[in-house]
Every structure is written in C-alpha cells, then in structure tokens.
C-alpha cells in the first residue's frame, strides 16, 4: 500500500498550513478530514435537516457527494458539495460549528471512514485531522501529532480573524478554546489524543518553515 504521513491535532496546532506545505513538498496527496466533516454539516443545513437528528444526518453523510478540486493556476483546492463549489461557505464559523456537532455521531464517522480510506494511493498521502492516526490509518508508517499552547493557538486564530476583518477579543478566542479542548478530549466518538506511536511537535513559538522541515526529517530513511 501506499505510504502514509498522518498529521493530527487540535485547532490552532497548524496542522492544515503544515499539512499542504509537506504534501506540496513529498508531491503526496493530501486527505483535509476536517473538510468532510463540513460539507456534510453543509449539506444537512442546506437540506434543512436538524443537526441533532442521527438518523438523518447519517444518512446525509452516506449519500452527500464531495469532491476536491485543484484549480490550474494553483490557487486553493476547491470543495465541491453536491455540484456546489462550497469553498467559501466551508470557512466559516458556521460551517466548523456544524462539523463539530455533527463529527459527535457514530454513524457519520463510519460514512466517511471507507471514503477517507480511499485517500491512499501512490506515490503517498498526508493526512490531516484528528483522528488519522487512531481511527483511519492505524498502520501509516508515519504519525505526527502537532499541539501549541493554547495561548499560542488563541493568537493564531486572533490573526486571522483580523485579517478577515473580523473584530475578537484575545481573551475571549481564549477561553474558547480551552473550552473546545476540553470538549474534544472527553467527547465518547473518537476523542483527541495522538496515536501511542505518534512523534509530538510543539509548535508554540516555532515558525512553519521549521516545523515543516523537522516533519520532513521524519520521513527520511
Ligand atoms: O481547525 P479545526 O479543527 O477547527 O477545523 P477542521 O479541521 O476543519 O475540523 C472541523 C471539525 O470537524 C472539528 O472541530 C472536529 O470536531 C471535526 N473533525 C473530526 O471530528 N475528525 C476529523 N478527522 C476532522 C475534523
């Protein structure tokens, strides 16, 4: 099988940035987990479905068609929803709110694991998310998993969120993602911890290009 490079960590830890840079660098694949997650809850809000529905929403993650595409001029991979180019919807709050919640149910998980699966292929893939090395790919040859401090992640987020105009308090991204953490470490469904034989990386204070250059390290014979 093809060779697997899994990346996983909290929100705020760069593993998205992270993760394109090395698959840009191996010419590997690249498997955006969390994207999946939001088109689903995409397409059950579009649908009209209540998120708190399992069922339904299950039955919506066995059936929404999500496809990726590389645009030519090599700007960003565009997700498309069910036809839709839903890249820009996929962004927002909104859309990682809903993945959130919909990421809690059983029966979503097991619609995406064959469809995540089937991200492997030659010459290899980089897998981002937060479960890569635990649940889809327990036996990738290589597992990174990526923290910062949380500190460090609400000054990430604060950035960005400037940059897109929008005006938070530091204080408040804060307390809101400690609040996530620890959400996500006691959730039942696939809570977040790295893979017993995943090298930790933190990257609180570390510039990308370094972080990228010591994962790259870890691929070398
Ligand atoms: O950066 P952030 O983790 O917030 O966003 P993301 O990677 O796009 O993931 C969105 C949401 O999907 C996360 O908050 C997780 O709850 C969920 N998710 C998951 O449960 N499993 C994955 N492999 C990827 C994402």
């Not at 039955?59 to 700007?75: E, L, N, V």
């Not at 890249?87 to 995406?112: F, M, N, Q, W, Y």
């Not at 790295?194 to 014979?221: C, E, N």
């Amino acid at each position: 099988a093809a060779p697997v490079l899994t990346i996983d960590g909290p929100s705020g830890s760069g593993k998205g940035t992270i993760s394109r840079l090395v698959a840009d660098a191996l010419g590997w694949h690249l498997l955006d987990s969390g994207a999946l997650y939001r088109a689903v809850g995409y397409a059950a809000g579009m649908a009209g479905l209540d998120l708190s529905d399992t069922e339904a929403v299950t039955r919506c993650a066995q059936i929404t068609k999500i496809a990726f595409r590389d645009p030519k001029d090599g700007g960003e991979t565009r997700v498309v929803v069910n036809g839709h180019d839903a890249t820009d919807e996929l962004r927002t709050e909104t859309a990682g709110a809903a993945a959130s919640a919909i990421a809690a149910i059983p029966g979503v998980r097991a619609a995406l694991f064959e469809r995540q699966r089937g991200f492997r292929k030659a010459p290899g893939l980089v897998a981002d998310g937060r479960d890569m090395g635990t649940v889809i790919f327990p036996d990738a040859p290589h597992k990174v998993f990526l923290t910062a401090s949380a500190a460090e992640r609400a000054r990430r987020r604060h950035k960005q969120l400037k940059e897109k105009g929008l005006n938070v308090t530091l204080a408040s991204l804060l307390h809101e993602i400690e609040a996530r953490d620890a959400r996500d470490a006691a959730r039942v469904v696939a809570p977040l911890k790295p893979a017993p034989d995943a090298v930790l990386i933190d990257t609180t204070g570390i510039p990308v290009g370094a972080v990228v250059a010591r994962v790259l390290d870890l691929l070398r014979p």
